[in-house]
């Protein structure tokens, strides 16, 4: 599609290896579906903000500084209630948006685009796809946070982080076995990045999805609660909001399947 083209050609990535393994036209697509599918994506991207907004609100420091993980595309955030309640906004991602790097231009300093690949990765699989014996997933944070650091969220990426690196490599060879564990591996080493004492953090991720047929039958369905919920207990994460995003409605897909994901939000 071409509008998907023109977005994909000004998206900032953080690295060539990053555009080469397709962040560049993700962030384009979801640009694109987000316009297409505003009425069917509207209760999401308010509860989504409106959930942020709560947390944030909950660790305002004027002098403090807050990190905003998956904030390529800027939709889902509540800019305003960011800079009301904190002295700078750092939005992260490796890749961001036409829109979004331009609200952080015009915001005079208080947001900041900060590209960081959190899963430590990409380059070395564009790289060496499948010289997988030293890869080193990134359990910290690949970036240097602030000392002012006040509030932390990662917002609607945790089950998206694996997917382009795991397409990758199912695509230069690897077997679905090792690609899943590295999937999995991404997930459990994103919440551990989430925890950083003495500041608080928001989660706002899928806990499943499910795809429909036709007639409402379920076709698929991933559950990743058995994966993720040991390390949220481990982390004292307090679930304060559930809903569903009808990202694909009736129609979108083929056959006129459809696709729901169940979203919830976590604290801690």
């Known amino acids: 599609m071409l509008a998907e083209l023109l977005i994909a050609l000004r998206c900032r990535t953080a690295s060539h290896a990053a555009r080469r393994l397709g962040y560049a036209r993700e962030i384009a697509a979801i640009e694109v579906r987000h316009a297409r599918l505003a009425d069917a994506w509207r209760s999401h991207v308010s509860q989504t903000r409106s959930a942020l907004a709560q947390a944030a609100e909950s660790a305002r420091n004027p002098e403090g500084i807050a990190l905003i993980l998956g904030a390529g595309v800027m939709h889902d955030l509540p800019l305003s209630d960011f800079e009301q309640h904190f002295s700078e906004t750092w939005l992260v991602d490796i890749a961001f948006s036409p829109a979004t790097w331009s609200a952080a231009r015009r915001s005079k300093g208080r947001l900041r685009c900060v590209h960081c690949d959190t899963t430590g990765i990409v380059d070395a699989i564009a790289e060496r796809p499948r010289d997988l014996v030293d890869l080193v997933i990134a359990t910290g944070l690949p970036l240097a946070p602030p000392e002012r650091l006040s509030f932390i969220a990662s917002v609607n990426c945790l089950t998206q982080l694996p997917l382009l690196p795991a397409a990758w490599l199912l695509r230069h060879g690897v077997d679905d076995d090792k690609a899943e564990r590295i999937a999995e591996r991404l997930m459990l080493a994103h919440l551990e990045q989430l925890a950083t004492p003495g500041v608080p953090a928001c989660l706002i991720s899928e806990r499943a999805d499910a795809r429909m047929a036709r007639d409402a ?40 399947e459809s696709e729901a994901r169940t979203v919830s939000v976590w604290t801690f």
């Open 217 to 256: 039958q379920c076709v698929a369905r991933t559950d990743y609660m058995p994966l993720i919920a040991p390390a949220l207990a481990d982390l004292g994460a307090i679930e304060r909001a559930q809903w569903t995003w009808q990202v694909h409605p009736a129609g979108e897909l083929p056959r006129g």
